[in-house]
């Protein structure tokens, strides 16, 4: 990769735009890459790192005015350009971009609006219990230069990939996973088509030979993906001979390569994932290691010894005589309702944060007829959501369900006092954590700390 990325930058004057943990570990691979004229980095922020001599800053609200001062441009993610892509002169790249460059053939790539971390993770340990050469990086919080020197001609790199990681993305992976699509993101994007159309670079770009899973209302028209297409639907698919997999229950169907069909029977009483969602989950990476010759048997086990990732309707504990669940990861109104579809004994949930102006319809017409006997409705999002119902008038049976609250400190009091003796509290709050919290994980952590009487610390004005 080195040789490629000195051929991309010699001679040329280089800004790294962003300087977070992909920014920083772009730097050495620059440096030791060579031949570059110059080496800048752009950042809103004060940048108070030691960097090698010649390596100019550029920090402040103004950061954004100096990409076409440049010849090639890394840039991070999370930042969003102010103007189209092509209306740059500089030629605007990034880790994964290269990444794909170089190994493209051997990466499995797993995107969609919500699953795509456990999905990722999980596949990697399968991979990894089957005795694979596998590597894990991408939107999980590792770049992928980070991995880049460990990759040999036997590994296959397992990422996680975000729909900004994907927004410019002109080449796809070899093994393409497309989860699911929800209204989401539409603070960065505008419209619903411009996030639809980032996503959809997990597959546009794919080539005769690859491989895409992706479920059955998502699978691209004819002619517009070169791959081979896995198509997932649920148990209610209209004709399940329409679709390769199938989720009916805890069993996952599908068709084998004669034809005939077959079923896999997820040990759901063995397994800490929980969820109707994650065994949807479970079935794409099941597929996808069925063609890597994972067997059943190592699968199942594979599945047992697996440690979901935090703040995803994580049980955490006993407390009050109320059971307690973190679910800080949900953004949207689908993983709310999936998360209440799950414990069937929740008595309260938990529900706000950041208005990003998303779509709560549906959460409010599931709410509406819901037993759930407790809705705690916090922050920005929670407010506007208490009103929307207000005005359902009828429609939403027992408004009195409602607890309009300020903040997450007077939501998880409020659930102490409501919430029955040996029922469940979950937060669950369909919505972003910025502005409030660091991210969903700090989210998460200061719920956790609240709910045993620990003092939660000041995070306003962070960002996610």
Same mark, same amino acid.
């Given at each position: 990769?080195?040789?490629?990325?000195?051929?991309?930058?010699?001679?040329?004057?280089?800004?790294?735009?962003?300087?977070?943990?992909?920014?920083?570990?772009?730097?050495?691979?620059?440096?030791?890459?060579?031949?570059?004229?110059?080496?800048?980095i752009?950042?809103?922020?004060?940048?108070?790192?030691?960097?090698?001599?010649?390596?100019?800053?550029?920090?402040?609200?103004?950061?954004?005015?100096?990409?076409?001062?440049?010849?090639?441009?890394?840039?991070?993610?999370?930042?969003?350009?102010?103007?189209?892509?092509?209306?740059?002169?500089?030629?605007?790249v990034?880790q994964?971009?290269v990444?794909?460059?170089?190994?493209?053939?051997?990466?499995?790539?797993?995107t969609?609006?919500?699953g795509?971390?456990t999905?990722?993770?999980?596949? %990697?340990?399968?991979?990894?219990?089957?005795?694979?050469?596998?590597?894990?990086?991408?939107?999980?919080?590792?770049?992928?230069?980070?991995?880049?020197?460990m990759?040999k001609?036997?590994?296959?790199?397992?990422?996680?990939?975000s729909?900004?990681?994907?927004?410019?993305?002109?080449?796809?992976?070899?093994?393409?996973?497309?989860?699911?699509?929800?209204?989401?993101?539409?603070?960065?994007?505008?419209?619903?088509?411009?996030?639809?159309?980032?996503?959809?670079?997990?597959?546009?770009?794919?080539?005769?030979?690859?491989?895409?899973?992706?479920?059955d209302?998502?699978?691209? *028209?004819?002619?517009?993906?070169?791959?081979?297409?896995?198509?997932?639907g649920?148990?209610?698919?209209?004709?399940?001979?329409?679709v390769?997999?199938?989720?009916?229950?805890?069993?996952?169907?599908?068709?084998?390569?004669?034809?005939? *069909?077959?079923? %896999?029977?997820?040990?759901?009483?063995?397994? +800490?994932?929980?969820?109707?969602?994650?065994?949807?989950?479970?079935?794409? /990476?099941?597929? /996808?290691?069925?063609?890597f010759?994972?067997?059943?048997?190592?699968?199942?086990?594979a599945? +047992?010894?697996?440690?979901?990732?935090?703040?995803?309707?994580?049980?955490?504990?006993?407390?009050?005589?109320?059971?307690?669940?973190?679910? *800080?990861?949900?953004?949207?109104?689908?993983?709310?309702?999936q998360?209440?579809?799950?414990?069937?004994?929740?008595?309260?949930?938990?529900?706000?944060?950041?208005?990003?102006?998303?779509?709560?319809?549906?959460?409010?017409?599931?709410?509406?007829? *819901?037993? /759930?006997?407790?809705?705690?409705?916090?922050?920005?999002?929670?407010? =506007?959501?208490?009103?929307?119902?207000?005005?359902m008038?009828?429609?939403?049976?027992?408004?009195?369900?409602?607890?309009p609250?300020?903040?997450?400190?007077?939501?998880?009091?409020?659930?102490?006092?409501?919430?029955?003796?040996?029922?469940?509290?979950v937060?669950?709050?369909?919505?972003?954590?910025?502005?409030?919290? +660091?991210?969903?994980?700090?989210?998460?952590?200061?719920?956790? =700390?609240?709910?045993?009487?620990?003092?939660?610390?000041?995070?306003?004005?962070a960002?996610?």
């Amino acid at each position: 990769m080195i040789e490629y990325i000195h051929e991309l930058i010699n001679g040329k004057k280089v800004l790294i735009l962003g300087f977070g943990r992909e920014g920083k570990s772009t730097l050495p691979f620059l440096i030791k890459a060579s031949g570059a004229g110059l080496i800048a980095i752009a950042d809103a922020r004060p940048i108070n790192a030691e960097l090698p001599d010649g390596v100019i800053t550029i920090t402040g609200e103004d950061y954004l005015n100096c990409l076409n001062d440049f010849d090639v441009v890394f840039k991070s993610p999370g930042i969003v350009l102010d103007r189209e892509i092509d209306e740059y002169t500089c030629n605007i790249v990034s880790q994964m971009e290269v990444f794909f460059g170089c190994y493209r053939d051997r990466i499995i790539g797993i995107t969609g609006t919500k699953g795509k971390s456990t999905t990722t993770t999980l596949l %990697y340990h399968v991979l990894k219990s089957a005795g694979a050469d596998v590597m894990l990086a991408g939107n999980i919080g590792i770049p992928v230069f980070e991995i880049a020197d460990m990759m040999k001609d036997t590994t296959t790199a397992v990422l996680e990939l975000s729909c900004h990681q994907l927004e410019y993305m002109d080449v796809s992976a070899h093994h393409a996973v497309y989860l699911n699509l929800h209204e989401e993101h539409l603070d960065h994007y505008g419209t619903m088509a411009k996030y639809t159309a980032a996503k959809e670079n997990i597959y546009k770009n794919q080539i005769p030979g690859d491989e895409l899973y992706c479920l059955d209302t998502l699978a691209p *028209s004819a002619g517009k993906c070169s791959a081979h297409i896995n198509t997932f639907g649920r148990k209610n698919v209209s004709d399940r001979n329409t679709v390769d997999f199938y989720l009916d229950g805890t069993d996952i169907c599908y068709k084998k390569k004669d034809g005939t *069909s077959a079923i %896999y029977k997820i040990p759901a009483d063995e397994i +800490k994932l929980i969820g109707e969602h994650n065994y949807f989950d479970i079935a794409f /990476v099941y597929a /996808v290691a069925k063609n890597f010759g994972v067997t059943d048997e190592v699968f199942s086990q594979a599945l +047992k010894t697996y440690e979901p990732l935090p703040h995803r309707l994580q049980f955490i504990g006993v407390q009050d005589k109320i059971k307690w669940y973190d679910d *800080s990861i949900s953004t949207i109104d689908e993983t709310t309702i999936q998360a209440l579809n799950t414990l069937s004994d929740a008595d309260t949930v938990i529900i706000g944060g950041m208005d990003r102006g998303i779509s709560y319809r549906e959460l409010e017409e599931y709410l509406a007829v *819901s037993p /759930v006997k407790n809705i705690i409705l916090m922050e920005a999002s929670g407010k =506007r959501i208490f009103e929307e119902i207000k005005s359902m008038g009828d429609a939403f049976e027992r408004a009195d369900r409602l607890y309009p609250t300020e903040h997450l400190e007077d939501a998880v009091e409020m659930a102490r006092k409501l919430t029955g003796e040996g029922r469940s509290c979950v937060m669950s709050p369909a919505a972003a954590s910025y502005g409030i919290f +660091k991210n969903f994980e700090d989210r998460g952590e200061a719920f956790c =700390r609240l709910v045993y009487g620990t003092a939660v610390n000041e995070n306003s004005g962070a960002e996610e």
